[in-house]
């Protein structure tokens, strides 16, 4: 049966996310070693046949590495585009999406989902039960202040 993924802020190639990032890159020294071993967690999750759903800053690397990345990772991709992966994106590699769109709305088992990179306060259907993900604050997410 095929299931609907969402990721975000995956930093393939990013050398600096292994100290911005300790916990959730712990133990890791080099970004190669980590590159592999989220490819195969990547692997070992996902189906060919799944639905995934990037919500940006996928990769830090070039283009010719990044596709490297991107053609061995199971499931159907669809990217929304964060500000990090204009460093990759070119004809070749997005041929490897499905879709890729700056913001995009999805139904799932009748449920709106709103998928943007960047946090939205309010977001389409909001007050009639949808969804909203997002990613780009690393759990950093600040408060609202009001004056």
Same mark, same amino acid.
């Given at each position: 049966?095929?299931?609907?993924?969402?990721?975000?802020?995956?930093?393939? /190639?990013?050398?600096?996310?292994?100290?911005? /990032?300790?916990?959730?890159?712990?133990?890791?020294?080099?970004? =190669?070693?980590?590159?592999?071993?989220?490819?195969?967690?990547?692997?070992?999750?996902?189906?060919?046949?799944?639905?995934?759903? /990037?919500?940006?800053?996928?990769?830090?690397? =070039?283009?010719? $590495?990044?596709?490297?990345?991107?053609?061995?990772?199971?499931g159907q991709l669809n990217l929304v585009e964060g500000n990090h992966d204009h460093r990759w994106l070119n =004809?070749?590699?997005?041929?490897?999406?499905?879709?890729?769109?700056?913001?995009?709305?999805?139904?799932?088992?009748?449920?709106?989902? $709103?998928?943007?990179?960047?946090?939205?306060?309010?977001?389409?259907?909001?007050?009639?039960?949808?969804?909203?993900?997002?990613?780009?604050?690393?759990g950093n997410l600040p408060g609202i202040g009001l004056s």
């Amino acid at each position: 049966m095929e299931k609907i993924w969402f990721t975000s802020d995956n930093h393939f /190639c990013h050398k600096n996310v292994l100290s911005f /990032c300790p916990e959730t890159r712990q133990g890791f020294t080099d970004i =190669n070693l980590l590159n592999e071993a989220m490819i195969e967690k990547w692997n070992s999750t996902v189906n060919h046949t799944d639905t995934v759903y /990037c919500l940006g800053d996928f990769s830090f690397g =070039n283009a010719k $590495v990044t596709l490297e990345i991107i053609t061995r990772l199971n499931g159907q991709l669809n990217l929304v585009e964060g500000n990090h992966d204009h460093r990759w994106l070119n =004809n070749e590699t997005k041929k490897r999406f499905r879709d890729i769109r700056a913001y995009r709305r999805v139904k799932i088992q009748g449920k709106t989902v $709103v998928l943007s990179h960047y946090p939205m306060r309010e977001w389409d259907g909001m007050h009639q039960g949808s969804y909203h993900l997002y990613g780009h604050v690393h759990g950093n997410l600040p408060g609202i202040g009001l004056s």
